[in-house]
């Protein structure tokens, strides 16, 4: 790839911002007591989504293309997949959850925190990591039954799942089926999910007769669909482009990489920037900290 050592000092910046950013989210959400809710449990798991996907993802990239480490285990290699799918299912699932917890707040709005309780959220992330931990042990694990008898180059910037089985000699349907599945968990079933819900948003915006009110609802919305775009846009775009049009694997590598690394970036500033309660409580910690200051 020409300038290449460029794109990966950019991606090592990114991973500096998406640390900071991610760490400094996790940070207030701990330390200010006006966001000990529900919703911020899921918003704190997002950020925590977020840091663990490019640490996962970044650092072995960086040391793969820029100091040209471009050798990896076959343990490693399967460990780098599943960790790498892990955590991209469950910043997916996260935005349903997060689209849920919006849903609820405009729809059934008296019934909100009965509905919506630390519990609940506790539980339900609880599944997501479940179910995410049991589909893609079962999806790398089925990787182990392949036979690698000719090249064992991995034609991506990670152990991706699609160009690893395609190496295989013998037959890979089951993978083939498993990759399809994968597509819908990760992409296809969350959206679908996440566009109901506001489509249920959208009705119930209609019956409020007060415009004040409803434009208000609708602002408690913006960071959520500003975060469903950034996420799902481009993953949309290239794995569509990818399946109608031949992309240049260099061009691929590029697209797919920033898909994965450029959200987890923006996440943090998106939330801290929109959402008011978390611009309040950083400034109620920024005075705290100063009198503690004042008072030593």
Known sequence: MPHAKYYYMFLSLVYVVTVLGNSFIMCTIYLAHRLHTAKYIVVFHLALSDLCGSSTLIPKIIDMFLFEHQEISYVACLMNM????????????????????????????????????????????????????IFFSILVSLITRLSFCSSTVVNSYFCDHGPLYRLACNDNAINSIMANICIGLLICIPLILIIISYVCIALALLKIANGAERIKAMKTCTSHLMLVAIFYVPLLGTNTAALTTFIHPNARIINNSLTQTIPPMLNPIIYTLKTEEVMQSIKQLYKRSKVNILQK
């Open 82 to 133: 599943f960790f790498v799918f892990h955590f991209m299912n469950l910043q997916s699932l996260t935005l349903v959850v997060l689209a849920y917890d919006r849903l609820v707040a405009i729809c059934f709005p008296l019934r909100y925190h009965a509905i919506v309780t630390k519990t609940a959220m506790f539980l339900i992330i609880g599944v997501m990591w479940t179910l995410s931990v």
